[in-house]
T-cell receptor, first 115, second 112 residues
Framework: DTGVSQDPRHKITKRGQNVTFRCDPI?????LYWYRQTLGQGPEFLTY????????KSRLLSDRFSAERPKGSFSTLEIQRTEQGDSAMYLC?????????????FGPGTRLLVL | TQLLEQSPQFLSIQEGENLTVYCNSS?????LQWYRQEPGEGPVLLVT?????EVKKLKRLTFQFGDARKDSSLHITAAQPGDTGLYLC????????????FGQGTRLTINP
């Protein structure tokens, strides 16, 4: 199966700690997205990469959040000095980047719990 | 403010009944995608519609994109317990990087 993969699937951390999540997109996809989903809500856009370039960031992405995609393949999302409000499901998606009708395929997500 | 409004948010019906879920917005989208999500998992794509007025069928599921590309509907015929789940609509914005804007989801329960 060559779908989007995310690691870890679950993370429990204490407030103030740093955490890092990894996303491996579908191999030929050049666009990679990060979303956050809280309980009872639909996912919300965080940031987006075209190859290795981070082209857009949401206002939801505070200074404590940083994302990278150094070689245009996998991506990492780091949260520094975690807060309880960061508890959520972090979803990664990838797409081919074809204009119009672009379809995004999601990974299984990383569920973060900040105690 | 929610850019995409889904209704109903919760729906519980008996096996064999038909149902329709609506996704409405005042914004125009370049595409509209429907996903289904199980607890603790990521959304799984059901369909993408891109043309105003487009209708797509996936077995007992029928998806329609509004003529003005502002709204969409999902109709399920003869619902089965296996259809139970969270259904999400997501619109691709015309300007920008095709980031998706999601509705809040419809939690569907089909009772045997």
């Amino acid at each position: 199966d060559t779908g989007v993969s995310q690691d870890p699937r679950h993370k429990i951390t204490k407030r103030g700690q740093n955490v890092t999540f990894r996303c491996d997109p579908i191999s030929e996809h050049n666009r990679l997205y990060w979303y956050r989903q809280t309980l009872g809500q639909g996912p919300e856009f965080l940031t987006y990469f075209q190859n290795e370039a981070q082209l857009e960031k949401s206002r939801l992405l505070s200074d404590r959040f940083s994302a990278e995609r150094p070689k245009g393949s996998f991506s990492t999302l780091e949260i520094q000095r975690t807060e309880q409000g960061d508890s959520a499901m972090y979803l990664c998606a990838s797409s081919l980047g074809v204009a119009g009708g672009e379809t995004q395929y999601f990974g299984p997500g990383t569920r973060l719990l900040v105690l | 403010t929610q850019l995409l409004e889904q209704s109903p948010q919760f729906l519980s019906i008996q096996e064999g009944e038909n149902l329709t879920v609506y996704c409405n917005s005042s914004s125009v989208f370049s595409s509209l995608q429907w996903y289904r999500q199980e607890p603790g998992e990521g959304p799984v794509l059901l369909v993408t519609v891109v043309t105003g007025g487009e209708v797509k069928k996936l077995k007992r599921l029928t998806f329609q994109f509004g003529d003005a590309r502002k709204d969409s509907s999902l109709h399920i015929t003869a619902a089965q317990p296996g259809d139970t789940g969270l259904y999400l609509c997501a619109g691709g914005l015309i300007q920008g990087a095709q980031k998706l804007v999601f509705g809040q989801g419809t939690r569907l329960t089909i009772n045997p």
